[in-house]
């Protein structure tokens, strides 16, 4: 498996502010993801997070509002901008070892007040 | 339009008894059937996942079962115990391959004693 952890865990931010959160994977993968989840909900792919490239984002995702960094193959961030309290919710990210199975980090809890 | 759908939402089962959580996919492209774990305040742990050659696969108290021409594959805990209850999410994907899973809505275990 893979061991993937995130900063902040959990953080309030104030409405019209930035945050951006940290994704490490202990090895390098080849590919790196972030969801979105609300609370008692499924996921939502926000973007595949490409290495030396941008990133490839899901309907409803722009990277004005969410752009997405990946400097090498062991790391990434995503920037939720300009932040309402719609996008309080949980921001998760994932890596992709071998050739298919799907590891997540801990999670990211955002509220914006 | 959502690929994977699963059943039921929410499930209660007695200790000792066996939980069993249904999926089915639409798309015939995909070929990896992955099963997460997610306890409250956790990201998703990779549990169990399946290809289309088997039609069962077993690992511990944890079984998949798959019925290809069905396109359908479902999730079986046996002997569940309180320490099961979390919620359940299948997925699919297309092996190998860079495209993300796709994620069923989740069902709520409550494992009762």
């Known amino acids: 498996s893979a061991v993937i952890s995130q900063k902040p865990s959990r953080d309030i931010c104030q409405r019209g502010t930035s945050l951006t959160i940290q994704c490490q994977v202990d090895?390098?993968?080849?590919?790196m993801f972030w969801y979105r989840q609300q609370p008692g909900q499924s996921l939502t792919l926000i973007a595949t997070?490409?290495?030396?490239?941008?990133?490839?984002?899901e309907s409803g995702f722009v990277i004005d509002k969410f752009p997405i960094s990946r400097p090498n193959l062991t790391f990434s961030t995503l920037t939720v901008s300009n932040m309402s309290p719609e996008d309080s919710s949980i921001y998760l990210c994932?890596?992709?070892?071998?050739?298919?199975?799907?590891?997540f980090g801990p999670g990211t809890r955002l509220t914006v007040t | 339009q959502q690929q994977v759908k699963q059943s039921p939402q929410s499930l209660i089962v007695q200790k000792g008894g066996i939980s069993i959580i249904n999926c089915a996919y639409e798309?015939?492209?995909?070929?990896?059937f992955p099963w997460y774990q997610q306890f409250p305040g956790k990201g998703p742990a990779l549990l169990i996942a399946?290809?289309?050659?088997?039609s069962e696969k077993k690992e511990g108290r944890f079984t998949i079962s798959f019925n290809k021409s069905a396109k359908q594959f479902s999730l079986h805990i046996m002997d569940s115990q309180p320490g099961d209850s979390a919620t359940y999410f299948c997925?699919?994907?297309?092996?190998?391959?860079?495209?993300?899973?796709?994620f069923g809505k989740g069902t709520r275990l409550s494992v009762i004693a």
């Open positions: 399946i290809r289309p050659d088997v």
């Open positions: 997925a699919a994907s297309i092996s190998p391959g860079n495209t993300p899973l796709v």
């Open positions: 798309n015939t492209a995909f070929d990896y």
């Open positions: 994932s890596a992709k070892r071998g050739l298919d199975e799907q590891y």
């Open positions: 090895s390098q993968v080849t590919m």
């Open positions: 997070a490409n290495q030396g490239s941008e990133a490839t984002y």
